[in-house]
């Protein structure tokens, strides 16, 4: 069982940046690929980023592409979003997964609770 708990979100004006983190439990959440998706009130989870277990692959969503970050420290079971350049249609509440290299929910087993992202124009 994989459990994930993230952390580092919060309000934050356009233009500026954020850290996510997600805290993995279980000691085989360094074999899974992991990803963050988000999703704003009244719309659908969306891919934002993922990475494979190495951290050799990663793959972004177009609209986050050039300011986003994923990685990952396996060492230490976490795995980090970080976001510069914010825009206010980046708001949402992110998650954390894990699962296979993917870009859908559907390929992702375990999730966090989320994170609220807000950003001000």
């Known amino acids: 069982q994989v459990q994930l708990v993230e952390s580092g979100g919060g309000l934050v004006q356009a233009g500026g940046s954020l850290r996510l983190s997600c805290a993995a439990s279980?000691?085989?959440?360094?074999?899974?690929?992991m990803g963050w998706f988000r999703q704003a009130p009244g719309k659908e989870r969306e891919f934002v980023a993922s990475i494979s277990w190495s951290g050799r692959s990663t793959y972004y969503a177009d609209s986050v592409k050039g300011r986003f970050s994923i990685s990952r420290d396996n060492a230490k079971n976490t795995l980090y979003l970080q976001m510069n350049s914010l825009k206010p249609e980046d708001t949402a509440v992110y998650f954390c997964a894990g699962g296979d290299y993917a870009y859908t929910p559907r390929d992702y087993y375990y999730w966090g609770q989320g994170t609220q992202v807000t950003v001000s124009s």
């Open positions: 279980g000691r085989t959440v360094s074999r899974y690929a």
